[in-house]
């Protein structure tokens, strides 16, 4: 069996991908032009919305749509710890307070209850992440979110194509923003969506994603566009590149393949660490259907003479490369110095942290890359191994909680 390394992630680019980027150079439109606006539609044909506005990143997509259900300096809005720094930062943008939540230690996602005690009168929205994939508990995020009339903006970086009780991903929240990053299931390289039923919303996030200018800012040097524009409001330049579109309307075609190959893989694991009492396996609610963008394996700590750090050396030499979702946000430097969080503050995120490893999880691995993953995994809880005695487990547990 090939030793090579298994990177943690490969993009699937293929000759159709390179011959849409290639027509795209050659005809003199490189930047926001038609093929940026056909992404669009057919993205929300895809997803079933009626409004998709293409950007130049989820990062642009969630801080767009902050702006267009009016954060403002202030103002609160909640965002799990257990997440990448982008969720947070755009709410800094406004100079609002990203109030942070612990997760659900299962699905990693945040945790509804959290979410409810978070509420002040200066909550103004909360960014539920879809975590690897799996859609949050949105029966429960909404109905919290109607009660105390908050705006849900959907982090769904990790979640295409996703579904929450038979809704898809992108159609029942206030607004969802997707991420095209290399990693994700389908990529423009840098590139980000957000999908929205509110046609105002849709426009005040189109105008401010190219400099605030009126509309079809884009159409200016087209035949049937004008010179002439009027600014609205300071903007920023988010828009999406037609060469960025042409990658990723190829890519749309083959978004339920990717999953599929990547829900198969996701099902080669589950099996492959079943017997394992060292792994935990991603746990997955009923009525979601997941994106697989992540498989996040924790290690059962009390079972092993080694930690996190040490076990994802021992896979770099098996030549595997892993990650690591999330450090959670409360114990960067920058949130901690600024707001005061202790890593005791959101008790399930710090204990998971500890425990988390990211496997490879990609349509271009091959059976034997998934098979030489499990059978390193595998091989390394028994190397390491802890002789487990019922006794240390109580005894640990008990100095974790003090
Ligand atoms: C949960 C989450 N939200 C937002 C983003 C930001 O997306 P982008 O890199 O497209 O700006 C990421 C990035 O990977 C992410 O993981």
């Given at each position: 069996m090939s030793n090579a390394f298994i990177p943690f992630h490969v993009p699937?680019?293929?000759?159709?991908?390179?011959?849409?980027?290639?027509?795209?150079?050659?005809?003199?439109?490189?930047?926001?032009?038609?093929k940026a606006k056909k992404f669009e539609e057919e993205f929300a044909a895809y997803i079933g919305s009626p409004h998709a506005v293409a950007l130049n990143s989820g990062?642009?997509?969630?801080?767009?749509?902050?702006d267009a259900v009016g954060v403002k300096e202030g103002d609160e809005v909640i965002v799990p710890t257990m997440t990448f720094t982008a969720t947070a930062e755009v709410v800094l943008y406004f100079k609002a307070r990203p109030v942070l939540v612990d997760c659900q230690?299962?699905?990693?996602?945040?945790?509804?209850?959290?979410?409810?005690?978070?509420?002040?009168?200066?909550?103004?929205?909360?960014?539920?992440?879809?975590?690897?994939?799996?859609?949050?508990?949105?029966?429960?995020?909404?109905?919290?979110?109607?009660?105390?009339?908050?705006?849900?903006i959907e982090d769904a970086a990790h979640a295409l194509p996703a579904s929450y009780k038979g809704r898809r991903v992108g159609t029942f929240s206030d607004i969802t923003c997707f991420s095209f990053y290399a990693t994700k299931t389908i990529t423009t390289g840098e590139g980000?969506?957000?999908?929205?039923?509110?046609?105002?919303?849709?426009?005040?996030?189109?105008?401010?994603?190219?400099?605030?200018?009126?509309?079809?800012?884009?159409?200016?040097?087209?035949?049937e566009g004008s010179w002439y524009y009027e600014v609205h409001s300071p903007g920023y330049k988010y828009n999406l590149t037609d060469l960025a579109a042409a990658l990723g309307l190829v890519q749309l075609v083959k978004c339920e393949r990717f999953c599929d190959e990547r829900k198969r893989?996701?099902?080669?694991y589950d099996q492959g660490f079943g017997d394992v009492p060292a792994i935990r396996r991603p746990v997955v609610r009923p009525g979601?259907?997941?994106?697989?963008?992540?498989?996040?394996?924790?290690?059962?700590?009390?079972?092993?003479?080694?930690?996190?750090?040490?076990?994802?050396?021992?896979?770099?030499?098996?030549?595997?490369?892993?990650?690591?979702h999330f450090i959670p946000l409360h114990l960067h430097p920058f949130y901690k110095k600024t707001f005061g969080y202790k890593p005791g503050d959101f008790p399930a995120a710090t204990d998971v942290f500890e425990r988390i490893i990211s496997l490879p999880i990609y349509p271009r691995m091959s059976e034997a890359d998934v098979e030489r993953v499990i059978g390193a995994v595998r091989n390394i809880a028994q190397q390491y191994r802890r002789s487990f005695s019922k006794q240390s487990a109580v005894s640990r547990k008990q100095s974790q909680r003090q």
């Open positions: 699937d680019i293929g000759e159709d991908e390179i011959q849409s980027v290639v027509e795209t150079l050659r005809s003199g439109w490189l930047t926001t032009g038609i990062t642009a997509a969630l801080h767009l749509a902050l230690p299962g699905t990693l996602n945040i945790d509804p209850e959290h979410i409810t005690r978070a509420v002040t009168p200066k909550t103004k929205a909360m960014i539920p992440v879809d975590f690897g994939g799996q859609p949050c508990d949105y029966d429960l995020i909404l109905e919290i979110a109607r009660k105390h009339d908050l705006k849900v980000g969506m957000a999908t929205t039923e509110n046609p105002e919303w849709a426009d005040r996030m189109r105008m401010m994603s190219l400099h605030g200018i009126s509309k079809d800012a884009w159409k200016r040097y087209t035949a893989i996701a099902e080669l979601v259907q997941h994106a697989w963008h992540l498989y996040v394996i924790q290690l059962e700590l009390d079972r092993l003479r080694i930690g996190r750090n040490e076990f994802i050396e021992a896979l770099k030499n098996e030549n595997i490369g892993t990650s690591v």
